[in-house]
């Protein structure tokens, strides 16, 4: 049986009190060669770096090796 989809409410906020969001292609590497591919997302570069590597599978030590803007201001 499919359900009805449910209204989802949103507030509007002006432009000018919207911060921007920060898009970010994120290469890691793991010291055993290990390689992934990840978007980060945030307010500034270090969040979305920091979302990037919360994103990678766990049980790897995960580093930076490059990222590149996807979108933003």
Same mark, same amino acid.
């Given at each position: 049986?499919?359900?009805?989809?449910?209204?989802i409410?949103?507030?509007?906020?002006?432009?000018?009190?919207?911060?921007?969001?920060?898009?970010?292609?994120?290469?890691?590497?793991?010291?055993? *060669?290990?390689?992934w591919?990840?978007?980060?997302?945030?307010?500034?570069?270090?969040?979305?770096l920091?979302?990037?590597?919360?994103s990678?599978?766990?049980?790897? *030590?995960w580093?930076?090796?490059s990222?590149?803007?996807?979108?933003?201001?």
């Open positions: 049986m499919t359900q009805p989809l449910r209204v409410q949103s507030v509007h906020v002006p432009a000018r009190d919207r911060r921007a969001t920060v898009v970010l292609n994120v290469k890691l590497a793991g010291s055993k *060669g290990e390689r591919d990840a978007i980060g997302i945030g307010c500034s570069e270090a969040d979305a920091n979302w990037a590597l919360e990678a599978p766990a049980g790897v *030590g580093l930076v090796s990222w590149s803007e996807t979108y933003g201001d």
